[in-house]
Nanobody, 118 residues
Framework: QVELSESGGGLVQAGDSLRLSCLFSGRTFSLYVMGWFRQAPGKERELVAQITSGGSTSAADSVKGRFTLSRDHAKNMVYLQMNSLKPEDTAIYYC????????????WGQGTQVTVSS
């Protein structure tokens, strides 16, 4: 069973940076696509960015140029570096994983709150 554990959220001011971390355990990390989602109050959950086993990334238009996703296979970690944060980035951020053979994300972390004040 895959387990995901996020850390790194917090309260920051607009323009600040944060790095979210996600620890993957339970299965072979290299067989999973990793993603970060977020959900703001009253809004649907949205995909922020995802990264393949080979390191190819994609990101939502709203965060391109500001957020960078990376993974460390030696540590089974995924990192979301968030720069130039805006109040509209305020949300609960979730780490997620899906096997390379599946279309949907199957495994989710508990979430970490990111709050950006103006």
């Amino acid at each position: 069973q895959v387990e995901l554990s996020e850390s790194g959220g917090g309260l920051v001011q607009a323009g600040d940076s944060l790095r979210l971390s996600c620890l993957f355990s339970g299965r072979t990390f290299s067989l999973y696509v990793m993603g970060w989602f977020r959900q703001a109050p009253g809004k649907e959950r949205e995909l922020v960015a995802q990264i393949t086993s080979g390191g190819s990334t994609s990101a939502a238009d709203s965060v391109k140029g500001r957020f960078t996703l990376s993974r460390d296979h030696a540590k089974n970690m995924v990192y979301l570096q968030m720069n130039s944060l805006k109040p509209e980035d305020t949300a609960i951020y979730y780490c997620a994983a899906k096997h390379t053979s599946t279309a949907e994300y199957d495994y989710w972390g508990q979430g970490t709150q990111v709050t950006v004040s103006s």
